[in-house]
């Protein structure tokens, strides 16, 4: 399997632009995370899916981030408009079900924003 | 959700054992512990993850506290390809969620 597949690798844009990071997930995962990783924060998840259906976005940290799932093999996280404190490597990761307890999550190799 | 806490770094030499050590005193019944690392300009991987028995895998080897409020994660012989940051985590999965909340985890520098 390819794994996780996140595009672009970097972006480089202007603050006010809007921002849109895609995410493959592992085929026949059934769960979907977006993480967001800063020296300051660390890690921070920021939402998740589960068959599609966001399950839990209290992580979001406002109105300017949306995230949806139109397709088991697709999800996008859209800034909008971008600030300079989003600057930041967005991971996504996936998982299944049957992997529940096991708790596997495999991490694609990010995105790397940064917001001028 | 239960808090860990890790030290901030560790160095090793190449070639020895790594203790990594991970407190989690409010931990409950029925929190996993997991522990993935971060290799440099990757994303997190899994390690291991335990319940209340030691565990072994491939890579690493998981040692837990009795009291569970404590746990270590065991690189029987570090090689520089260790070197990471490593998270402890903990995950209730009683309540099906699959809410995990990395700390600032151990930054692992193995000494050539």
């Known amino acids: 399997d390819a794994g996780v597949i996140q595009s672009p690798r970097h972006e480089v844009t202007e603050m006010g632009q809007e921002v849109t990071l895609r995410c493959k997930p592992i085929?026949?995962?059934?769960?979907l995370f977006w993480y967001r990783q800063t020296m300051m924060r660390g890690l921070e998840l920021l939402i998740y899916f589960n068959n599609n259906v966001p399950i839990d976005d209290s992580g979001m940290p406002e109105d300017r981030f949306s995230a949806k799932m139109p397709n088991a093999s697709f999800s996008t996280l859209k800034i909008q408009p971008s600030e300079p404190r989003d600057s930041a490597v967005y991971f996504c990761a996936s998982t299944h079900t049957t992997d529940f307890i096991t708790g596997e999550l495999f991490f694609g190799e990010g995105s790397r924003l940064t917001v001028l | 959700d239960a808090k860990t806490t890790q030290p901030n770094s560790m160095e090793s030499n190449e070639e020895e054992p790594v203790h990594l050590p991970c407190n989690h005193s409010t931990i409950s019944g029925t929190d996993y512990i997991h522990w993935y690392r971060q290799l440099p300009s990757q994303g997190p991987e899994y390690v291991i993850h335990?319940?209340?028995s030691n565990v072994n895998n491939r890579m690493a080897s998981l040692a837990i506290a009795e009291d569970r409020k404590s746990s270590t994660l065991i690189l029987h012989r570090a090689t520089l390809r260790d070197a990471a940051v490593y998270y402890c985590?903990?995950?209730?999965?009683?309540?099906?969620?699959?809410?995990?909340?990395f700390g600032t985890g151990t930054r692992l520098k193995v000494l050539a």
């Open positions: 985590i903990l995950r209730d999965t009683t309540s099906g969620t699959y809410k995990y909340i």
């Open positions: 085929s026949g995962h059934d769960y």
């Open positions: 335990g319940l209340t």
